[in-house]
């Protein structure tokens, strides 16, 4: 059973609003990532890091920023909500041995009004 | 390029089998995997396959994997209401690569 876990699991707010999206997980695994979802949509990789101190852009633009200040929590933050950035933000981590499997957080749903 | 396939909707009554499919292009990858979601959750692993493997079963699911025609399948055995949700398959990174590949998913609903 994966130890990932997201909060807030669901969060209304207003436009221009800013926003951090916590995510942690107790397994020390190196690599984390956040996933962009619309509902029953595909995944989109907005965002990961190798480790401390690394961050890097994935393959869906995104206004959000991340740190990785430390191995076992990876924020999302957006600095100024808009509607176009409700969607569900799935959190993940992995390792680069045994079967190599990435596992999820519950996800946190954000609408923007 | 990288790119993994999967039909959009899959309906079947209560207690029937289900196969859900998958198509790849990356060959390189080490492990396969099937991802379970439900409504309002993130994704579950439910089990995998190594990719030197043809077949795997845990209990009421069945892996098949075909690597000559890069197809994955995943059959669940004796189908329950509560195996309804979206089902994702993936591909593990290649060497040197932080990318997953992940399907678009298939939506399975079981029919009482």
């Known amino acids: 059973e994966a130890d990932i876990y997201q909060t807030p699991r669901y969060l209304v707010i207003g436009t221009g609003k800013k926003i951090t999206l916590e995510c942690s997980q107790t397994m020390g695994h190196d690599k984390m990532y956040w996933y962009q979802q619309d509902p029953g949509m595909e995944l989109h990789l907005i965002h990961y890091s190798y480790g401390v101190n690394s961050t890097e852009k994935g393959d869906l633009s995104s206004e959000s920023t991340v740190s990785r200040i430390r191995t076992e929590h990876f924020p999302l933050t957006l600095e100024s909500a808009r509607p176009s950035h409700t969607s569900q933000y799935l959190c993940?981590?992995?390792?680069?041995?045994?079967?190599?499997?990435?596992?999820f957080g519950e996800g946190s749903w954000l609408t923007v009004v | 390029g990288e790119d993994v396939e999967q039909s959009l909707f899959l309906s079947v009554r209560e207690g029937d089998s289900s196969v859900i499919n998958c198509t790849y292009t990356?060959?390189?990858?080490?492990?396969l995997y099937w991802y379970k979601q439900e409504p309002g959750a993130g994704l579950q692993l439910l089990t995998y396959?190594?990719?030197?493997?043809d077949m795997k079963q845990d209990q009421r699911l069945t892996v098949l994997l075909n690597k000559k025609d890069k197809h994955l399948s995943l059959r669940i055995a004796d189908t329950q209401t509560g195996d309804s949700a979206i089902y994702f398959c993936a591909e593990s990174p290649t060497s040197g690569t932080y990318k997953y590949i992940f399907g678009t998913g298939t939506r399975l609903k079981v029919l009482a």
């Open positions: 396959i190594f990719s030197n493997m």
């Open positions: 990356d060959s390189s990858s080490t492990y």
């Open positions: 993940a981590s992995s390792v680069d041995r045994g079967r190599n499997t990435i596992y």
